[in-house]
């Protein structure tokens, strides 16, 4: 027990902290030039913003991103561990789900084309990091077949990029929520790394979980201004959307390939949005529409239509929830490290059947709400 508490830097505390701090401060630079010169994001029937908007921030993020760990290799490289082929493939593949949100950003390309490239990349991506084994509990590991390995992992690529995708229509709720995943997956790493036989390997994961944290710290007050959140400075758009969904969905492989996390963990980041989306898509299945067509069902988009137009409001419930379920995936980790005792799958099976009792409660009880009278 004591050798467990006992820390390890996988890089040293100084570095990730201005690491942190740099991106922030770069990718507010930047937004500046988006909001300048970026394309813009005109009102929409399923829009929740009323004035044109600048979009794409998420290319302030991305390039925000790739400056700050670029200089800190270049100048620090020997100070960070790990495997350089793991962070290129990483940072490659988000970024390129980025730079396709960017293009539909400006020329709104068709849904069955996004999704066409979205499998293809992220089958790419599956077939370096798919999973081979799935842990349902204490002594309960099952081997995946190499295809159906393939097939899943890339299944929750997809399910994560549009996740992030289909929530981010509320100043500031996406862009949090991103925040606090990347953020507690560095706390992951940090925690368990060190105490993995292959823990070191995840050096640059780590670094890259923390310079695109900060690169949305540096954006967030444009997406949500202080003093008036319900007017955005600058949207992320689907560059920014994509770009972090790839990577929350990506590094939850590659953590769990290096036996740090576990597939589990990456539902624990993002249970609340996941069963918005999922049981969304489920509501509209039903009714027989297109799920593929842009909508305003989402229950965070009820909300803001019939309960409270408030996006700061909104944002801190959300932020809430996302906390919670990551900090409880972090205590479900440390429960099978010290007490060898594997609770990852049931506890987040309760989450979800807790989150989705929630969902279909309030769903039902806000659509008997008359919508307000300015509703987003």
């Known amino acids: 027990m004591t050798d467990f508490w006992q820390i390890t830097w996988l890089i040293p505390p100084g570095l990730l902290l ?13 937004s500046l030039l988006v909001i300048k010169g970026g394309p ?22 991305m390039a925000a991103s790739a400056l700050t760990i670029g200089l800190i290799i270049c100048f620090q490289g020997h100070d960070i561990p790990g495997s350089w082929r793991d962070g290129l493939i990483l940072f490659g593949f988000a970024s390129l789900m980025g730079i396709c949100g960017a293009i539909d950003d400006v020329a709104d390309l068709p849904a069955s084309w996004r ?32 295809l159906l390995g393939l097939l899943g992992s890339a299944a929750w690529l997809i399910l ?16 949090g929520a991103q925040t606090i995943a990347l953020l507690v997956f560095a706390g992951l790493i940090l925690l368990m790394a060190p105490l993995s036989l292959f823990g070191a390997y995840l050096g640059v994961v780590l670094l890259i979980c923390i310079c695109v944290a900060g690169a949305h710290i540096g954006f967030a007050p444009f997406n949500l201004p202080p003093g008036r ?10 560059a ?19 036996g740090v996390g576990s597939v589990w963990f990456g539902g624990f980041l993002l249970a609340p949005l996941l069963v918005d989306v999922v049981l969304t898509l489920i509501v509209r299945t039903r009714k027989k529409e297109n799920i593929l067509k842009p909508h305003k069902e989402h ?16 944002a801190l419930r959300v932020w809430g929830l996302c906390l919670l379920s990551s900090l409880i995936g972090v ?29 279909l409660q309030l769903r039902t009880a806000l659509l008997k709400r008359p919508l307000l009278n300015k509703a987003p």
């Open 240 to 258: 920014g959307s994509m770009f972090a969904g790839a990577l929350i969905g990506g590094a939850t492989l590659v953590v769990k390939a290096y």
């Open 115 to 146: 999704l066409a490239f979205q499998i293809s990349l992220c089958l790419v991506f599956a077939w370096f990091y798919r999973v081979t084994t799935l842990d349902f509990g204490p002594g309960l590991i099952v081997q995946v077949p190499p």
């Open 299 to 314: 229950l965070y988009q009820i909300w803001l239509q019939r309960r409270d137009g408030s996006h700061w409001r909104l």
């Open 229 to 238: 959140p319900q007017k955005a400075k600058a949207f992320q758009g689907d």
């Open 331 to 359: 205590g479900a980790r440390l429960v099978d490290r010290i007490y060898h005792t594997d609770i990852r799958f049931l506890l987040l099976v309760a989450l979800i059947a807790a989150y989705s009792i929630g969902w």
């Open 160 to 175: 994560t990029l549009n996740t992030i995708n289909f929530m981010d229509g509320s100043n500031g709720l996406a862009i």
């Open 40 to 61: 813009i994001d005109n009102p929409r029937e399923r829009g929740a913003h009323s004035d044109p908007t600048p979009t794409s921030g998420g290319l302030a993020i």
């Open 18 to 30: 201005g690491a942190l701090v740099a991106s922030a401060c770069v990718s507010a630079l930047l």
